[in-house]
């Protein structure tokens, strides 16, 4: 370890390791620190009886040859290391409502025609909000693989309209409102708050091409700390940031757990925005931006059950489910202790290219803190009986609505593992172990990269938008402070269209 480094990123998530890779790889002296033993953040897996299973990522999107997440993906130097497996074009996500199922057909005429099967009426109602989707999608350049260079055409409406409001200017049919929000989870969505860009980016991302990472996203973080490494860079783990360092003008360093203090010049904190500012005593984070952060509302929580299944037993299922109770896909989070849970996520781990049958499945459901908040500040593995008993009532709900959907599965599970709210705590550091960081919403500023402190920026999951794709590009956001948006595009673009032409190169 150094005592300088030109650039610190606190945190290992996929922000971070984007980041550090982008930078590392264009000549700074970068270090990361993660708090954990293992690296990745969301990215990050177990195993239980040589079984692995996801914490975070589940499935991924735009990964069609030549669309925008195949484009990272080859840029960060992510194949082969990293492999996918397509989603079933037919159907990658299935939604269950009301006793029907409505399936999500990959490609925008595709997913059109599949649900106007289901509503004959709504068909132009559906290609009409398909287009606007797409056009939301479209109007972030990097979402879009467009020249940044261009005008940018993201319109204000896009974070101050509401998904709910937005489906509603296309379509009266509350059931089919209902089915084209069903993706819901992904976000952690909140009816009258949640923007209808985050609907959009990811929905779009989606339909353009759902595949599974076979053998678990931990390989996306295992690859890019190899490259990190190979470029110069240093990564840190069990290296917990205890403070961050200021003078009058800007930060200067930080401070480790242990004592330990680094100068740098610029620091990217990957952290929830709030465990940032808490690093930070300096009057230059005023108590107003310290209390505005502090007050944000943050997105809900999980419940899951892990799935392993008996050999050779379990059909792999090439799509996801989500099943929804009661009249309204909205509202999950509102649950009582009597109608929990009003719906869930059911899917499989992808073992295998064209596997036939599964090794493993998880269920997610919505649960709020306060369900666990009397368990808060205990370690894993011993917290008590009580709480493994809370555990064990909330898998044995959630299996047998499974069962009912899907009649033999439970005689085929060997075993199963939960993981609540507390759990995702103790992974991520999020605020009350929130899926997906501060709730985006209507009526609160947004989380931008950019602090009070010149030389702090913020990368991860609060910036910019959900998922895979949105971290990443959040990342080149915050990369752009160093390197120039224009220079990046190019690189990205450029690096590309090397690795197309030599592909097509060899196929001559």
């Not at 945190?11 to 984007?18: D, E, K, P």
């Not at 239980?48 to 840029?75: C, I, N, P």
């Not at 290296?239 to 610029?266: N, P, R, Y």
């Not at 005689?411 to 609540?420: I, K, L, M």
């Amino acid at each position: 370890m150094q005592t300088k480094y030109d650039i610190i990123i606190i945190g290992s998530g996929l922000g971070g390791l984007v980041c550090g890779y982008m930078l590392s790889k264009n000549g700074y002296k970068v270090a990361i620190f993660e708090q954990g033993a293992q690296f990745g953040g969301c990215l990050q897996t177990f195993k239980r009886r040589g079984v692995k299973f996801e914490t975070g990522v589940h499935y991924v999107g735009s990964m069609g040859a030549g669309q925008s997440l195949d484009r990272f993906f080859h840029y960060l130097s992510l194949f082969p290391d990293v492999k996918v497996s397509p989603l079933d074009p037919l159907g990658f996500d299935v939604m269950s409502f009301r006793g029907e199922r409505y399936r999500y057909a990959t490609g925008y005429d595709n997913f059109v025609e599949t649900l106007a099967q289901k509503f004959p009426a709504e068909r132009d109602n559906l290609k009409r909000y398909a287009t606007a989707m797409r056009n939301v999608a479209q109007s972030s350049p990097f979402h879009s693989m467009n020249d940044p260079t261009e005008p940018f055409q993201f319109s204000s409406s896009y974070a101050t309209t509401s998904v709910n409001d937005f489906i509603a200017s296309f379509t009266t049919n509350t059931v089919l409102q209902n089915v084209l929000v069903g993706l819901v989870p992904l976000y952690a969505g909140v009816k009258d708050k949640t923007p209808l860009y985050v609907h959009s980016f990811i929905n779009d991302s989606n339909i353009s091409g759902a595949c599974r990472i076979m053998g678990g996203s931990d390989q996306i973080a295992d690859s890019l700390v190899r490259s990190i490494r190979s470029f110069g860079g240093e990564v840190f783990a069990s290296s917990k940031v205890h403070k961050i360092l200021c003078d009058d003008f800007k930060a200067t360093g930080i401070m480790l757990e242990d004592g330990t203090q680094i100068a740098t010049d610029h620091i990217i904190s990957n952290t929830h925005p709030e465990v940032t500012i808490d690093m930070i005593d300096s009057h230059l984070i005023r108590p107003m931006y310290r209390n505005r952060i502090r007050e944000m509302e943050q997105s809900i929580a999980n419940f899951t059950v892990y799935l392993k299944f008996k050999e050779n037993t379990v059909p792999y299922m090439n799509y996801n489910y989500y099943h929804y109770n009661g009249d309204e896909i909205w509202n999950c989070e509102n649950y009582t202790a009597q109608d929990w849970p009003r719906g869930y996520l059911y899917m499989h781990l992808c073992p295998a290219q064209q596997a036939q049958y599964a090794q493993a499945g998880e269920i997610l459901t919505i649960m709020r803190f306060d369900e666990v908040a009397q368990w808060a500040g205990t370690k894993v593995e011993q917290r008590g009986e009580a709480y493994k008993e809370f555990k064990q009532r909330k898998a044995e709900t959630l299996l047998e609505q499974l069962e009912r959907a899907f009649p033999g599965t439970l005689a085929n599970v060997e075993s199963y593992y939960t993981s609540t709210p507390l759990t995702y705590l103790n992974y991520t550091g999020t605020k009350n172990g929130a899926a997906y960081g501060v709730l985006r919403n209507i009526n609160a500023p947004r989380i931008v990269h950019r602090t009070r402190i010149p030389n702090l920026f913020l990368a991860g999951q609060n910036t910019n938008a959900h998922g895979i794709m949105g971290v990443i590009i959040g990342s080149i956001i915050a990369c752009s402070e160093f390197l120039g948006r224009d220079f990046l595009w190019e690189q990205i673009t450029g690096e590309y269209d090397k690795i197309k032409y030599k592909h097509e190169g060899t196929k001559r």
